[in-house]
């Protein structure tokens, strides 16, 4: 069975089980909780435990140069009409004497995920989430430095981050709108601050809601299908940037920027697999990151949110 079949099938029975699906579509997983192996490990918490650590990372950061040409291949495509809002990621090479266990062990983060110490997650960013017939998704798109005076106020005032926190949410408006009724914005750009290591950031939220029939738990599949990939991690058009992004980004994201989640038998829950730490085939950790790029981005300060997203919360 595919993945749409798969989260059907235990939705139907009402099963818990868990559940991850990568970028691509291409590689799944559905598990029953009560199977779930020790090799996966997860914690889903809106007040999450906070644990104390100074970890330090060190960090091979692409280069500005290689950066910013991607960035101005990309800054085309949008003045050729081709897209309008593009989120480029990046990899970056890091290193600590922590293993990924140990890592998702000390981090803070609302969404936690350990997979069969083939990467680690410490998402802020939820996916969707399914309660009483209604489904929420909560688009993230602006970050800034907590440090910067006046911080919240900048970045609400921001024009750049204004246009592309308002076509994030539009599209997912658009995409909820495919499988639910009486879609409408909750709440428009607030502001959440988030511990990022050695700095604090401030990243721009907005809660979408519709609601769904009264079955949805047969359609599980067919639900998280109808949205994904996550718009806060493509952009809009939704379709075309993907492509232009997979010919820009050159690499296979893989598990970064899927996604995982929980579906306890009533409720649904679920992350974007951001803030996200990669061991390759040579043992080596990779740290892949990235932001939002519309008509008005600058490279520099883009390049500077790629990097500043480096951390172990």
């Not at 085939?281 to 008509?295: F, L």
Request: aromatic share 12%; with cysteine; proline share 3%.
């Amino acid at each position: 069975m595919n993945f749409i079949e798969n989260l059907n099938f235990y939705g139907e029975k009402k099963e818990p089980f868990f559940f991850i699906i990568n970028y691509e579509k291409t590689e799944f997983e559905v598990i029953p909780l009560s199977k779930l192996p020790n090799n996966i490990q997860f914690n889903i918490s809106n007040n999450p435990k906070i644990n104390i650590h100074q970890t330090k990372l060190e960090k091979e950061f692409i280069s500005f140069k290689e950066y910013s040409k991607r960035f101005h291949l990309l800054k085309n495509e949008i003045i050729n009409g081709n897209t309008y809002l593009a989120n480029l990621t990046s990899q970056t090479k890091i290193k600590t004497p922590l293993s990924l266990s140990e890592i998702y062990t000390i981090s803070n983060a609302k969404f936690k995920l350990f997979y069969k110490d083939k990467f680690v997650c410490f998402s802020p960013e939820r996916f969707c989430e399914i309660k009483n017939n209604t489904i929420y998704t909560y688009p993230m798109k602006g970050t800034i430095d907590a440090k910067i005076a006046n911080a919240e106020l900048k970045i609400l005032k921001d024009k750049k981050e204004l246009a592309e926190h308002t076509m994030i949410v539009d599209l997912l408006r658009n995409d909820l709108s495919i499988v639910s009724k009486k879609v409408q914005v909750e709440n428009f750009r607030y502001c959440d601050c988030i511990n990022a290591g050695e700095k604090k950031l401030i990243q721009v939220s907005s809660k979408i809601s519709g609601v769904l029939e009264k079955n949805w738990e047969n359609n599980i599949g067919n639900i998280i299908d109808a949205l994904l990939p996550a718009g806060s991690i493509t952009g809009t058009p939704k379709k075309k940037t993907i492509d232009i992004l997979k010919n820009i980004e050159n690499y296979q994201r893989g598990y970064f920027t899927g996604i995982f989640g929980v579906y306890d038998g009533i409720t649904l829950d679920s992350s974007v697999i951001i803030r996200y730490i990669e061991k390759n085939t040579n043992g080596e950790y990779i740290y892949k990151s990235g932001g939002g790029i519309t008509s008005d981005s600058c490279v520099k300060k883009e390049y500077q949110e790629m990097c500043d997203k480096v951390y172990i919360p």
